[in-house]
């Protein structure tokens, strides 16, 4: 099974950029890395997802090094609604493996 | 992106019997998951359904336990056979739509087995 490695609470203030560093220790060449999103009592919800450099969208970036064993999210200036845990995967063919997560909370 | 619906949204039944989840999706999909979340832990995958073939179950959970059917592109089920306390968790059904890794979910399915 691939194996991610990510800390598992993250404290932040309002208005901080936060980065949220994932280990990807057996990434295959054809995996992607893509990171989702859950609040409670919902299911996950897609962020963003990259193979390599960076990647931004709307509501976040993704920092992937060359060697690709690690990738980091960062969220800019976050607000009390981004409190929730965030999920990095190795995704390709077969490979849809939850880690621990990164649980969030974002203080006023 | 697709939307995913799942009935029942939760239920409380009782041990010993069994119980359907049903996940249907908005638009044709070639890969869909079923997922099981206890509270405050993640998402642990069950097995992946492709429609036309049996599904493929992963480590440490079995046929017999969770019959999975996957009639049509749009459409599948997960049962929860003979169910005990411990099978008391979140259902989650998920999508792949393009084969991209992106998967989209339900909103999962409460089951609390008394």
């Known amino acids: 099974l691939a194996k991610t490695t990510q800390p598992i609470s993250m404290d932040s203030y309002e208005g901080q950029e936060v980065n949220i560093t994932c280990s990807h220790n057996?990434?295959?060449?054809?995996?992607?890395i893509t990171w989702y999103q859950q609040f409670p009592s919902q299911g996950p919800r897609f962020i963003i997802q990259?193979?390599?450099t960076k990647v931004t969208n709307e509501v976040a970036s993704l920092f992937i090094p060359a060697d690709r064993k690690s990738s980091t999210l960062s969220l800019p200036r976050v607000s009390l609604s981004d409190t929730a845990v965030y999920y990095c995967?190795?995704?390709?063919?077969?490979?849809?493996?939850f880690g621990t997560g990164t649980r969030l909370t974002v203080i006023p | 992106s697709a939307v995913i619906s799942q009935k029942p949204s939760r239920d409380i039944c009782q041990r010993g019997t069994s119980l359907t989840i049903q996940c249907q999706v908005d638009?044709?999909?070639?890969?869909m998951f079923w997922y099981r979340q206890q509270p405050g832990q993640s998402l642990t995958l069950i097995a992946t359904?492709?429609?036309?073939?049996?599904?493929?179950?992963e480590s440490g959970f079995v046929i017999d336990k969770f019959p999975i059917s996957r009639p049509n592109l749009t459409f599948s089920t997960l049962t929860v056979s003979n169910m005990s306390p411990e099978d008391s968790s979140i259902y989650l059904c998920?999508?792949?739509?393009?084969?991209?890794?992106?998967?989209?979910f339900g909103e999962g399915s409460r089951l609390t087995v008394l």
């Open positions: 998920s999508a792949d739509r393009e084969n991209t890794g992106e998967l989209f």
């Open positions: 057996n990434i295959a060449t054809n995996d992607y």
């Open positions: 990259g193979y390599k």
């Open positions: 995967l190795q995704t390709g063919a077969n490979n849809l493996f």
């Open positions: 638009s044709q999909v070639t890969m």
């Open positions: 359904a492709n429609q036309g073939s049996e599904a493929t179950y």
